[in-house]
T-cell receptor
């Protein structure tokens, strides 16, 4: 059974700092790894999707990497802003049509 | 383009009542799924569908039924509500298999069972 772990559970940084969020998974047979953002009381918004054949994906100030051999993915946020404050979740998906989510990292960026 | 629409946004039920959570998508997506989100337990898959007429169980299917008579709609039925079903429910859709496609989420239904 796939298990996904995100550490730390919460992170607070000053504005402008670069930061890395971590995601670990136990089953390397994932087909993709997706990072989401969730604002309080809202649904999930997809940020980046990394296919199993890819090593990383970039969108603006966000960069996500995937290392299947070590069972790890990271989300790098450059020059953080208060508007980046949210909970970030990662999810590994199998070809069978199932996703397993981590519990998320709650990020607070202080002005 | 509304994306994934969930209704209602909030619901309070008494133990033993039944209800249907509605989910509709207008993106012609084949794959749809239901999750519940509980503090400290992340999102857990309840049921999913890879196309009209096809459904399958996820991680926590007990107490829930689904059907997929059209591509657009994927309702979730609570047969006899229990306090343990108090949660936030999310519906999601994807163009094809999760192997290659982004999941799009609705805004959620917040359910309390008293």
């Amino acid at each position: 059974k796939q298990e996904v772990t995100q550490i730390p559970a919460a992170l607070s940084v000053p504005e402008g700092e670069n930061l890395v969020l971590n995601c670990s998974f136990t089953d390397s047979a994932i087909y993709n790894l997706q990072w989401f953002r969730q604002d309080p009381g809202k649904g999930l918004t997809s940020l980046l999707l990394i296919q199993s054949s890819q090593r990383e994906q970039t969108s603006g100030r966000l960069n996500a990497s995937l290392d299947k051999s070590s069972g790890r993915s990271t989300l790098y946020i450059a020059a953080s802003q208060p508007g980046d404050s949210a909970t970030y979740l990662c999810a590994g998906s199998t070809n069978a049509g199932k996703s397993t989510f981590g519990d998320g990292t709650t990020l607070t960026v202080k002005p | 383009n509304a994306g994934v629409t969930q209704t209602p946004k909030f619901q309070v039920l008494k133990t033993g009542q039944s209800m249907t959570l509605q989910c509709a998508q207008d993106m012609n997506h084949e794959y749809m799924s239901w999750y519940r989100q509980d503090p400290g337990m992340g999102l857990r898959l309840i049921h999913y569908s890879v196309g009209a007429g096809i459904t399958d169980q996820g991680e926590v299917p007990n107490g829930y039924n689904v059907s997929r008579s059209t591509t657009e709609d994927f309702p979730l039925r609570l047969l006899s509500a229990a306090p343990s079903q108090t949660s936030v429910y999310f519906c999601a859709s994807s163009r094809g298999t999760l192997a290659k496609n982004i999941q799009y989420f609705g805004a959620g239904t917040r359910l309390s069972v008293l």
